[in-house]
């Protein structure tokens, strides 16, 4: 199956798969790549050294300029804007969007900016800071509100963790929330972890996190973590590779164990948010994996 071009579109390159279909007035360089089964949307301008992978949508009046990748089943929609060099003009810098991420209509690409996986920014959203896997961003400057395909779970709720202290076993394969006992008196609350799911060998906090800062964004290969917001509030997200579930962390009572091989992010800070993090061993760079690439070919090693 050959390109699908319309009379009206210039089309310089001779790179291009099978089963493209160029739409009326688009117009792409020599030097320009593009994939098999592609739509070009009508009034785009691809430039020199542009690569577009397979399965792409760009809707009317998308123009990507030199130093633009594209990979497979990304969507971008109308007159969303691609940059490439910062202010005053200097080199070229490369804007990456990966497999299946999302661009809304007017959206707009900072010059170096990288979507990660399936992600997703919204409508009008300005990206000035690379965006993780499966983020969902909006505003100006784009900001993380929420990761696609991750089921909530906020105590209190109809789907929550139950009242009754205990470990129940989250959506994530490995993952436990563990719903700790309180105890009242006179003298305040208090609240006991017992038993720990693992011999703890180091404890850190976390705390003056901005808002709008993401921590965490990796997995371990054998370290075993709990989480406990002892003040304000924060989400984690728990991913295995093949599920996801954002929890809200607003209570002490509420703890979550974090196996090896399972991605972990934390987000939505409050201004007094407060994180204790125990952890089954010393610190050691090796032992993180901060690609999501990477991380899903281990947990998925047959993809």
Known sequence: MSILKHPTAIVESACIGTGTRIEAFAHILAGVRIGEECRIGGNTFLECGVIV?????????????????????????????????????????RTVVRAGASIGANATLLPGAVIGERAVVGAGAVVTRPVPPHAIVAGNPARIIGYSGAKRVAPGSASAVPARPGAYPSYVAGVTVHRLPLVRDLRGLLTVIEPMPFEVKRSFLVFDVPSRDVRGEHAHRTLHQLLICAHGECRLIVDDGRNKEEIVMNSPEIAVHVPPLVWAIQYRHSADAVLCVMASGAYDTGDYVRDYREFDQLVNPRR
């Open 53 to 93: 992978g397979d399965r792409v949508v760009l809707e009317r009046g998308v123009q990507l300029w030199e130093g633009v990748t594209l990979e497979d089943d990304v969507f971008v929609g109308p007159n969303a804007t691609f940059t490439n060099r910062g202010f005053p003009p200097a080199n070229i810098e």
